[in-house]
């Protein structure tokens, strides 16, 4: 079965650079979230979108932007980066369909700024 | 506000045996989901089990229960027959119904299984 797929994996940016996250959900998913998860910690809630629009915003910080496109795939873009940002950043989507609301997971991007 | 808190931050448990992993959690709402998710070293975020706050019998998967306390809000994993595999962190989760509603996780437990 497809899974959530998430580009690059792996990361290394300097600080003050721009990186691009990309996510592609699994088929016919129509809501994406995004997460971050510093080293040690616990996923937190980045921000979400249903059928293209923005659903909910968590502790995002105003230098990230994101959105979702017309075949529902995300990308999240980070500006002026900072030592602080280097986490796993994850993907997850469902769909109002899934059983139990459902979010499936991709494999994460690592970044790393340096 | 949810709030989500595993008291653990380490459990170990011998190959075989049985562990049990606690999670509390907080909320006015009176129909949510819950969930364990098991993040190995891969750090992969795999789900484990699921419970509708709605429904008042435990789930099961496997050798993988829960013991659901709605009033206590208590929402512990029970692992039976623990494996090498097994070894990973482990993090509950809340969830409001609605569609697009975002995870609420706590702050994990690393279960280390020994041969």
């Known amino acids: 079965a497809a899974g959530v797929i998430q580009s690059p994996r792996h990361l290394i940016k300097e600080k003050r650079e721009t990186a691009t996250l990309k996510c592609y959900p699994i088929p016919r998913h129509d809501t994406v979230y995004w997460y971050q998860q510093g080293p040690g910690q616990d996923p937190q809630f980045l921000i979400s979108?249903?059928?293209?629009?923005?659903?909910d915003k968590g502790s995002i910080p105003d230098r990230f932007s994101a959105q979702q496109f017309s075949d529902y795939h995300s990308e999240l873009n980070m500006s002026s980066l900072e030592l602080g940002d280097s986490a796993l950043y994850f993907c997850?989507?469902?769909?109002?369909?899934?059983?139990?609301?459902?979010?499936?997971f991709g494999p994460g991007t690592r970044l790393t700024v340096t | 506000a949810q709030t989500v808190t595993q008291s653990q931050p380490e459990m170990s448990v011998q190959e075989a045996e049985t562990v049990t992993l606690s999670c509390t959690y907080d909320t006015s709402e009176n129909n949510y989901y819950l969930f364990w998710y098991k993040q190995p070293p891969s750090r992969q975020m795999i789900l484990v089990i699921r419970?509708?706050?709605?429904?008042?019998q435990n789930a099961t998967e496997n050798r993988f229960s829960v013991n659901f306390q709605k009033a206590a809000k208590s929402f512990s994993l029970k692992i039976s027959d623990s494996q090498l595999g097994d070894t990973a962190m482990y993090f509950c989760?809340?969830?409001?119904?609605?569609?697009?509603?975002?995870?609420?996780f706590g702050t994990g437990t690393r279960l280390q299984v020994f041969p």
């Open positions: 997850a989507s469902s769909s109002p369909t899934t059983p139990g609301d459902e979010q499936y």
């Open positions: 979108f249903y059928e293209k629009m923005q659903s």
């Open positions: 989760a809340f969830m409001k119904p609605t569609n697009t509603d975002k995870l609420i």
């Open positions: 419970q509708e706050a709605y429904k008042q």
